[in-house]
């Protein structure tokens, strides 16, 4: 079972939009991190929150963490054609692992 | 510096066989984990080594098996393959934190397509 789900299932966006997507998760938590996967290579790491984040921006990605709702959102600014590619959520609790979502599938329209 | 490599890339199998997947990690990296793909859905955790010893395992049968080498090279072994196993095998390096807690940044390969037939 996944610990994660992201909201939306895919989004579909013109260049130079932003796009925001969503992930809630079910247990506490150290740290949360997104990825990115272009066509079913493999993951590529964007930016990792930890617990007693609540924000935190790199470039045009910008991260919220809201702890007490168990949800996160990650915006992409400005986006571009190679922007498309599908977005995961990950949480890591105390153990050996990440948990991962079930992915948002963005395209990006030029 | 080379990233985390694994062979082979894209593999068919039938019902009944025997894969072993193999994973390098990035110089320097003492920790390898292994991730399943099932098309359309996220990355399920298998294993997770450190310094040749198991430290983590997730919900998978026995018929997955892996081990680490001391050059810190890793093996994922899948014996009676299912229809159900034919997946995207990830493998992934990291530099573990104080404790060996696996929740920093993981660093992925490309991956190994297994199809099973």
């Known amino acids: 079972s996944q610990q994660g789900e992201e909201d939306p299932q895919a989004l579909s966006i013109q260049e130079g939009e932003n796009a925001t997507m969503n992930c809630s998760y079910k247990?506490?938590?150290?740290?949360l991190q997104w990825y990115r996967q272009n066509s079913g290579r493999g993951l590529v790491h964007l930016i990792l929150i930890r617990s007693n984040e609540r924000e935190k921006h790199s470039g045009r990605l910008r991260v919220t963490l809201d702890t007490s709702k168990k949800s996160s959102s990650l915006l992409i600014t400005a986006s571009r054609a190679a922007d498309t590619a599908s977005y995961f959520c990950a949480t890591a609790s105390n153990d050996y692992k990440l948990s991962f979502g079930a992915g948002t599938t963005v395209t990006v329209r030029a | 510096d080379a990233g985390v490599t694994q062979s082979p890339t894209h593999l068919i199998k039938t019902r009944g066989q025997h894969v072993t997947l193999r994973c390098s990690p990035i110089?320097?990296?003492?920790?390898v984990s292994w991730y399943q793909q099932v098309l359309g859905q996220g990355p399920q955790f298998i294993f997770q080594y450190y310094e040749k010893e198991e430290r983590g395992r997730g919900n998978f049968p026995d018929r997955f098996s892996a081990r680490q080498f001391p050059n810190y090279s890793s093996e994922l072994n899948v014996n009676a393959l299912l229809l159900g196993d034919s997946a995207l095998y990830l493998c992934?390096?990291?530099?573990?934190?104080?404790?060996?807690?696996?929740?920093?940044?993981?660093?992925f390969g490309e991956g190994s397509r297994l199809t099973v037939l």
């Open positions: 247990t506490s938590i150290n740290n």
């Open positions: 110089s320097g990296h003492k920790s």
């Open positions: 992934a390096s990291s530099l573990l934190s104080a404790g060996g807690l696996n929740t920093g940044e993981l660093f």
